[in-house]
């Protein structure tokens, strides 16, 4: 809806209205700011789409770190970056957590953080974390998890074998593949 503009009379006799009525200014004015506010926000000058999606119902993918200094480094870096593909191709959450230890028994309230984080699949790498995994995999039954570099034959132990040069960069590209692969077709 246009509005005719004002002519200068209409302008003028507006202005006389108001002079000597300072109650009449300051309604007319706040009026005014609040008309030409809404106006701004209605009309909003964005493409009208969200600036953040939702990703909160996304499948969540975690993938448990093991100690620094570990054989499996490149495992898990290569694992981590085909964590991060399945992410990018939408629907899917990549996390990271710390699990500071590889004994079964200390490394289960890390796993089972993961848990609780509602994670759809726990990754670990590496033979170090295959008693841990399996640890885990006893104490939460309905947990489905993965590991890289390593078998096991628990129920919901998962295992994605390891090309024998993962530490080039065509191997650990080949392992980030199969991990992103994996992960894409759980969600």
């Not at 493409?47 to 495992?75: E, I, K, M, Q, Y």
């Not at 870096?77 to 500071?100: I, Y």
């Not at 489905?144 to 998962?158: D, K, L, T, Y």
Request: with cysteine; glycine share 10%; proline share 6%.
């Amino acid at each position: 809806m246009r509005l005719p503009p004002l002519s200068a009379r209409s302008v003028h006799r507006f202005a006389g209205l108001v002079r000597g009525h300072p109650v009449i200014a300051a309604t007319t004015a706040a009026v005014l700011v609040a008309a030409l506010s809404l106006t701004a926000l209605l009309a909003g000058g964005g493409s009208g789409r969200p600036r953040a999606a939702n990703v909160s119902r996304n499948f969540r993918a975690c993938l448990l770190v093991s100690p620094a200094g570990a054989t499996d480094a490149r495992l898990s870096q290569a694992s981590w970056q085909g964590m991060q593909d399945a992410a990018r191709s939408g629907g899917v959450n990549a996390e990271r957590f710390p699990a500071p230890t590889i004994d079964a028994k200390a490394a289960l309230p890390y796993f089972n953080g993961a848990v609780q984080h509602h994670c759809g699949l726990i990754v670990t790498v590496g033979t170090g974390m295959r008693p841990a995994t399996e640890a885990a995999a006893r104490a939460n039954p309905h947990q489905e998890f993965v590991i890289i570099g390593a078998a096991s034959a628990r129920p919901h132990i998962s295992a994605i074998a390891a090309p024998a040069d993962a530490g080039k960069d065509q191997a650990g590209q080949e392992l980030a593949d199969k991990v992103s692969a994996f992960i894409t077709a759980r969600r």
